[in-house]
């Protein structure tokens, strides 16, 4: 038996527990959960780089985030029943439609990232550059075990 690789693991699940807890904590303030938000930073980032047509559509946004469709489908509810975003049909074809952000959205995004960005640095902040290139490495490496938890 390893007892460092249970040791490390038990410690690494412990620090992502609190990270998840912080952040469920921080989003609230903003009416969010994290699913919610990496759909709006998908829609505000594909506004920022693309010169093409805006938004994303559902399907897309699923296989982005790696969740289900399903999944996709009651996070886009509810962001659009709070004004995050609106779903446009697609010209030419009647089934498919398109999620992109409103004006309302794009502001409160706007508005939201700053702080975001400052609490994320915050999160980051006892580590040196050096430091989070390493855990950026150590990280990869230990998702590269995930398959040993999943072989029957």
């Known amino acids: 038996m390893d007892v460092m690789a249970i040791e490390t693991c038990i410690a690494f699940l412990n620090a992502t527990a609190d990270v998840y807890e912080a952040l469920s904590v921080h989003f609230a303030r903003y009416g969010l959960s994290m699913g919610k938000f990496t759909l709006l930073m998908q829609l505000f ?6 010169d093409e047509q805006s938004g994303l559509t559902p399907s897309e946004c699923a296989d982005r985030a790696g969740v289900t469709r399903a999944t996709v489908t009651g996070l886009l509810d509810g962001l659009e029943r709070d004004g995050w975003l609106k779903r446009k049909p ?9 999620v992109e952000l409103t004006k309302v959205g794009r502001e409160r995004l706007t508005e939201m990232l700053p702080d975001h960005f400052g609490r994320t640095k915050g999160l980051m902040e006892n580590l040196t550059c050096a430091e989070k290139q390493t855990l950026i490495c150590l990280l990869k490496k230990v998702q590269t075990g995930t398959p040993a938890l999943l072989e029957p």
């Open 45 to 50: 980032h594909r506004d920022q780089v693309s």
């Open 90 to 98: 697609i010209p030419g074809d009647r089934r498919m439609l398109r």
